[in-house]
């Protein structure tokens, strides 16, 4: 199972496959850091989503702990 991001970059949108949902918002943050409107993490299975409020909380957490 792949966990999926949905992105919208320079106006396009875009989704991006990654092997674990840790990936994926490792991912998403980035892309966060790089100004991109990020909509959301998931499998496909809206059950298993992690929504853009869930990424803004785990990312402000790794910007405020030491890599």
Avoid: F
């Avoid at 989704?15 to 100004?35: G, K, M, N, W």
């Amino acid at each position: 199972m792949t966990w999926d991001i949905r992105y919208n970059r320079a106006a396009e949108d875009h989704l991006e496959s990654h092997p674990t949902a840790e990936r994926a918002i490792e991912s998403a943050c980035l892309l966060l850091d790089q100004r991109c409107d990020v909509y959301g993490v998931w499998t496909g299975d809206l059950a298993e989503s992690i929504d853009r409020e869930q990424i803004l909380r785990i990312y402000g957490r790794r910007i405020k702990s030491p890599a």
